[in-house]
């Protein structure tokens, strides 16, 4: 089967099978050879690897992580895809094809029974519309992970990089880096795909930790409070978290917390770095 990373190769089968891209799906198919040469090389696939691809597509990544990994279980929920995936993938017999939703599969079992439970890799030019709900499952599902590799909008990378100060910076920043270290590793513009998104993409890496960076007692209580910090990100964390109903905290208590912590009364979510929510969230907890 020919390599299908370039425009007329895509084009000819998307026509051979009367495929009709649903928008629904986050459907823009990769053409750019360079592009995939590289997220395949930033997941750092070897033959050793067990790869997890969710959105397979017309199956051009798979061509190119089944050459390197060991396996790859692609998970696409396009049903009019499995056809074609059947035709581009003839070649290789490490590839598994499940035709579900990503977001209902059991990956952990898949990680356990087809992998001895060693850490496996993801790597996927995800579907746009569900990004965060897959990084999350994904990082909370407890599923075994080396590093999750995944081409997203490129406002999104910047979201999961960034650091304290940055307007950018939010409860996504800090989910993402509390279990992984983020690297956005390229920039990708609208012509590298088949149609193209009207957003700008990028690659990011997020190598998972191999210890927590930060210990916390109640893991779910500070990131109540890291919602809660910004849901409301112009008032202080005085009047934000002190108003949350669900966090159950006083307007005093989270004062006189800052104060223990040294941090001024006034300071907002945005300044604190993720080793302050989590002594934040210890000091309220208590
Ligand atoms: N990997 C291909 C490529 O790079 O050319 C296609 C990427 S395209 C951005 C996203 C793919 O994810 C589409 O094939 C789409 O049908 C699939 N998809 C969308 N939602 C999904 C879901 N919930 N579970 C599994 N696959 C999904």
Redesign the pocket.
């Known amino acids: 089967m020919a390599n ?1 990373g370039n425009p007329q190769n ?1 084009i000819d089968i998307i026509q051979k099978y009367g495929f009709r891209f ?1 928008k ?8 750019d050879t360079h592009v ?1 040469d590289k997220i395949v090389a930033a997941a750092g696939v070897t033959k050793e690897d067990l790869v997890l ?10 061509q190119y992580l089944a050459e390197a990994a060991r396996e790859v279980i ?5 049903k009019n ?1 499995i056809p074609i995936l059947e035709e581009t993938l003839v070649g290789y017999d490490n590839v598994v094809i499940i035709n ?6 059991d990956i952990e079992k898949l990680a356990r029974e087809k992998n001895g439970g060693r850490p496996i890799k993801v790597v ?7 990004t965060t709900p ?1 990084i999350m499952g994904l990082f909370e599902s407890g599923v075994p992970l080396d590093n999750i590799t995944i ?1 997203v909008q490129k406002e999104v990378a910047d979201r999961m990089q960034t650091g304290p100060g940055s307007k950018d910076y939010g409860a996504l920043s800090l989910a993402v880096q509390y279990y992984a270290r983020p690297e956005i590793v390229a920039n990708v513009p609208p012509n590298c ?2 149609p193209r ?1 009207n957003v700008g993409s990028a690659v990011i890496r997020l190598t998972r930790h191999p210890d927590p960076v930060v210990k916390v007692k109640d893991e779910k209580f500070m990131f109540a409070l890291i919602r809660a910090s910004f849901n409301q990100r112009r008032k202080t964390l005085v009047n934000g978290l002190g108003n949350a109903p669900e966090l159950g905290v006083s307007k005093q208590q989270v004062t006189k917390a800052l104060e223990d912590m040294g941090l001024p009364e006034m300071v907002r979510g945005e300044a604190l770095t993720l080793g302050e929510f989590a002594g934040l969230s210890d000091l309220l907890k208590e």
């Open positions: 299908l895509t649903q629904k799906y986050g459907q823009n198919f990769l053409i995939l691809e969710i959105g397979p597509g017309i199956g051009t990544m798979t692609a998970v696409e929920i396009d895809l579900d939703d990503i977001l209902k599969v996927a030019n995800l579907p746009y519309y569900i897959i081409m795909f088949i998104p």
